[in-house]
């Protein structure tokens, strides 16, 4: 494993970065469960600004799943909702485990995700079932958590209280992400980015990285 010997904490995004994502897998699932346009309506309903106030903790668990029920017009139990929303997040490959714990032993590490506390409990069994451990906690210095937090990426205001948490310069950590957006947010504040758009990204930018 290499390191940049100028770079001294990382931060890491946890879906799409840690744990593989599969949007389209809940969308085809909602499509199937749905009359015709279900798709289209599983497409527009991703979007919806209820996902962003979710995701910053503005609303309970209770309202979202009603804002879903409302949405599709159906009467679905708490447990069908949650397999559905939770059906995207996939597996935690054991490599980026091991790489973190090898990141800890040298540099503070980080999580930075939008998420919410549906998702974050489903991504936390998945960890136990993957990997064996018990919880995010043990294997990061601090989690930045969006839905705990009171805002999202990519608004400036996030990456100014995890640099103002963290107490070292921007320009010293890397920020991984998968969406373009929340790079570019977190490069208004001074934080070096790498982009992980394909599933061996994050490993590839640790055996090339000098």
């Known amino acids: 494993m290499k390191i940049d010997k100028n770079i001294d904490f990382f931060v890491f995004d946890l879906v799409g970065v840690i744990i593989d994502l599969d949007i389209p897998f ?9 009359e015709s346009n279900g798709n289209h309506q599983s497409i527009d309903f991703m979007a919806h600004p209820v996902h962003h106030a979710f995701e910053k903790g503005e609303i309970s668990d209770v309202v979202f799943r009603n804002e879903i029920r409302k949405t599709f017009n159906q009467q679905w139990s708490d447990q069908e909702i949650d397999q559905i929303w939770n059906g995207m997040l996939k597996n935690i490959p054991l490599q980026k485990i091991k790489l973190l714990k090898d990141l800890r032993k040298t540099h503070p590490v980080y999580m930075l995700s939008n998420t919410n506390s549906i998702h974050f409990k489903r991504v936390e069994e998945i960890l136990l079932a993957d990997t064996g451990e018990t919880s995010f906690s043990g294997l990061f210095d601090h989690l930045f958590l969006s839905h705990e937090m009171g805002c999202r990426k990519p608004d400036t205001v996030i990456y100014e209280k995890v640099l ?3 107490g070292m310069p921007a320009e010293k950590g890397v920020f991984f992400d998968d969406t373009a957006p929340n790079l570019i947010g977190a490069e ?6 790498v982009h992980i758009n394909h599933p061996n ?4 930018y640790f055996s090339d990285v000098h």
């Not at 809940?26 to 499509?31: A, D, K, P, S, Y």
């Open 201 to 204: 990204a994050l490993m590839d």
């Open 188 to 193: 208004k504040v001074g934080l070096r980015t």
């Open 26 to 34: 809940t969308v085809n699932q909602l499509g199937k469960l749905l």
């Open 164 to 166: 103002e948490k963290i």
